[in-house]
């Protein structure tokens, strides 16, 4: 079983949609955990970090649940630019620990 | 300012040989790291190095990579008699030690070097 595990995808939403992805985490010793997002055939690129007490920025809240190892991201009022792949992350010592990130295609 | 920079870009060996991959990291980043990055499939830990120190080497999957900073700033990823099982993009990504970036340590990815073995 992998470390950090979300849905595949893809997922695929017309403009203007509500899209929400979890990710669960099996080690509970992670302190910091991250969605990044990335675009195709380029590097990942930081998007948010998830806390507690829940992280909104702009369009994209996210949220992290320690009972349940549970993590989400929403994305409101969804663009042709969100269109990417993001990707789930959990801390170990020092490095990053990564879902397999799931796919979103928003059209128009 | 500039990034994290890799080269090559590209790389494509065949089986049996010997490849060397580089990465400049972003300029007073003491922290340094590599993953590998299989088709559809998330960014995976190789080894991290503190300034030339490599500590923590537990995500290289073969005695056949090998990776050294030796100065503490540029770093190089060797992999030794490449298999097909090794072509994948390799990702270097550079930080600020975490005490110095509150309340995480961001790490900052370089474009990577997609690396096919034939």
């Known amino acids: 079983r992998k470390e950090v595990e979300q849905d595949p995808g893809p997922f695929n939403v017309p403009e203007g949609a509500t899209v929400a992805f979890n990710c669960t985490y099996s080690n509970s010793a992670s302190q910091s955990f991250f969605w990044y997002r990335q675009d195709c055939r380029k590097e990942p690129k930081l998007l948010m970090s998830v806390y507690s007490s829940g992280n909104e920025d702009g369009r994209f809240t996210a949220q992290l649940n320690r009972a349940s190892q549970y993590i989400s991201l929403l994305i409101r009022d969804s663009k042709l630019s969100d269109s990417a792949t993001y990707l789930c992350v959990g801390t170990g010592f020092q490095k990053l620990v990564f879902g397999t990130g799931t796919r979103l295609l928003v059209s128009p | 300012g500039a990034g994290v920079s890799q080269s090559p870009r590209y790389k494509v060996a065949k089986r049996g040989q010997d490849v060397a991959l580089r990465c400049d990291p972003i300029s007073g980043h003491v922290s340094l790291f590599w993953y590998q990055q299989a088709l559809g499939q998330g960014p995976e830990f190789l080894t991290y190095f503190q300034n030339e120190a490599q500590l923590d080497k537990s995500g290289l999957p073969s005695d056949r990579f090998f990776a050294e900073r030796p100065e503490g700033s540029v770093s190089t990823l060797k992999i030794q008699r490449t298999q097909q099982e090794d072509s994948a993009v390799y990702l270097c990504?550079?930080?600020?030690?975490?005490?110095?970036?509150?309340?995480?340590?961001?790490?900052?990815f370089g474009p990577g070097t997609r690396l096919t073995v034939l």
């Open positions: 990504a550079s930080s600020l030690p975490r005490v110095r970036q509150k309340p995480y340590n961001e790490q900052f």
